[in-house]
Every structure is written in structure tokens, then in C-alpha cells.
């Protein structure tokens, strides 16, 4: 009878499962292994079947069908290798402060295709509202096309309670530049959180692939953060320029009622994208953001 688990670390080929009577670690079998791996067999985030060794340690046996995952092309000698950031995450959380450092909205695009490409549900934490006045004026244009906005700011105290309800009972994957206050938010409404989660992404960000420690972070009262740096380098390596504007949600409701089946929203008469360009029904720098990302570019 196999035992259930998720597994909520992996280290160099061992995986720590939680299970209901407690923490399991784990390794492959190694019928799992057979052939070439053109990507991680199991990653953190898995739902698995293993086998309870005499030692007290497992064997996986079984991968459960992922929902969804955080995928990153990792090239290697034998060829490119599919590199699960995480499994089956319920949301992406993407912190970005509104001053010190200032918010780089062009890398927060690139980050919500690869959401919308990998369907991910995302959340944008506006940090360090104490710093500005104008928070609401610099995300307001992502609210506009429907994403949660929570305004936050560890200082005061300001959105801590929202912040926390949106990560309870959920698997949370955590990211954004360095110095936006990741790591203070955490402490904030989990003391010491911050603190193991910036330990495990100093590590990473060192490390090799080989190497790297990936984990999860029980949060008080249910759910899991895991904090997963590198979507920066997310290659969108399997996009092709003409479905980009199905990942910007303010375009690809208008990409029906343009006068061509491919029109590329550059230069075409008739193009409802450029029209609501023109009128201001869409902003000005989305659409930017929109061409860089189509001509490959950051």
C-alpha cells in the first residue's frame, strides 16, 4: 500500500514528503529515472506515492499529474532541460516597492505572461507604500485589467492582514527584485519566516542546479510560500510573437474586432489594439511592454 505525500523540499536528488503522520524523505525509483530526463521527474509542489522503508525512509513511486507549473529551460550538453520552480502552485506573488527601489514595471509585465502563459493566478504586492503618496496611481493600470493589487508596507502595519489572508491554505510561489522587502513583509506576519525563506534564495541564487536547495514554508494556520527567484530569466521560450497578446488581458479582448484574422496590432488599418492605443483605453507603456516582449526583447 502506497503512502501520500506533498513534497515540500528537494535537494540533489532527495525529497522531503509531509505526509499526515509526518515528514518523510524520500528518493526516486529508479524505473522513474529510465531514459534521458528532458525535465525534473519530481519537483517541489509534487503530490507523490512512495514506499515506507524498514529505515524509516521512502521511494517515490508515483508522480501525480501536475495543475500547473513554474517551468524554466535550463540549457545543458545533452540539450535544453525543463526545470520545475515549483509544482501545482494555487498563485504567484509578485512584490515590487513603490520607491527604494523604484517599481520596475516592465519586468513585472514579463513576469505576469509568463502567469497568464502558464496560468497561474497572480497578485501584485505594492510594498513600501510609506515611501510615496502616490501608490494607487502606479499600479492602478494593473487593477484596470484585473489584478489583485494588495498596498502594503511593513513598517506601519499598512496591508499586512490582506497580505496574510491571500497566502492562507494556499501553495504560493514568492517573487520580485532584491531589496523590495520580501523578506520584511514575511517576519511581519510570520515571525522568522522572512528569514528562512531569504536563507534558501541566498543559496540559490549561488548555487548550482545541481545543487540547490528548493523549499516550501508551512505558513500558521495553513498553506505554503516558496520563495522562487529566476523569473527574470524566464525565457517565454516556446511563444510565438503572434500569441503574445493572449497574455495581456486588455488585448486580447480587442484582438476579435481587429479588421485582420493576423493582423499584428503594429501597423495595420483597422487594428482595435492601436485604436485603443490612440484613445487611451489602453495605456500607452503596456502597450510598449507588449511590442519589447513580441520583438523578443526585455
Known amino acids: 500500500m502506497y503512502k501520500h505525500g506533498l513534497i515540500i523540499k528537494a535537494q540533489s536528488g532527495f525529497f522531503t514528503v509531509e505526509t499526515r503522520e509526518g515528514f518523510v524523505v524520500c528518493q526516486l525509483r529508479g524505473k522513474l529515472k529510465q531514459g534521458r530526463a528532458t525535465g525534473d521527474i519530481a519537483a517541489l509542489g509534487d503530490h507523490v506515492q512512495f514506499t ?8 517515490i513511486e508515483n508522480v501525480e499529474e501536475r495543475e500547473r507549473s513554474i517551468i524554466r529551460l535550463d540549457p545543458r550538453p545533452q540539450g535544453m532541460y525543463r526545470q520545475i520552480l515549483l509544482a501545482n502552485s494555487d498563485q504567484a506573488m509578485f512584490v515590487f516597492a513603490c ?13 505576469l505572461v509568463v502567469t497568464e502563459k502558464q496560468s497561474i493566478p497572480a497578485v501584485i504586492i505594492a510594498n513600501k507604500i510609506d515611501l510615496v503618496e502616490n501608490a494607487k496611481e502606479m499600479f492602478e493600470v494593473y487593477e484596470s485589467i484585473g489584478y489583485r493589487v494588495i498596498y502594503t508596507s511593513a513598517k506601519t502595519g499598512a496591508g499586512l492582514d490582506e497580505f496574510q489572508a491571500q497566502l492562507q491554505n494556499k501553495i504560493s510561489a514568492l517573487a520580485g527584485p532584491s531589496g523590495v522587502g520580501k523578506s520584511s513583509l514575511l517576519n511581519a506576519i510570520q515571525p522568522g519566516l522572512g528569514l528562512a525563506v531569504n536563507e534558501i534564495s541566498t543559496a540559490m541564487k549561488k548555487g548550482r542546479h545541481t545543487t540547490v536547495t528548493r523549499q516550501m514554508f508551512p505558513l500558521e494556520g495553513g ?5 522562487t527567484p529566476g523569473w527574470k530569466s524566464l525565457a517565454l521560450w516556446d511563444t510565438e510573437a503572434v500569441e503574445m497578446d493572449a497574455y495581456f488581458p486588455e488585448l486580447r479582448e480587442l484582438v476579435p474586432h481587429c479588421q485582420f484574422s493576423d493582423c499584428s496590432h503594429v501597423h495595420e488599418p ?3 489594439v492601436l485604436a485603443a492605443v490612440k484613445s487611451g483605453k489602453v495605456r500607452a507603456e503596456r502597450y510598449d511592454s507588449y511590442l519589447r516582449l513580441r520583438a523578443g526583447q526585455e
Open 223 to 227: 498553506g505554503y510560500v516558496a520563495d
Open 270 to 272: 483597422g487594428c482595435a
Open 52 to 59: 515506507l522503508l524498514t529505515d524509516g525512509s521512502g521511494v
Open 99 to 111: 520607491a527604494n527601489p523604484s517599481p520596475k514595471l516592465r519586468m513585472l509585465d514579463r513576469f
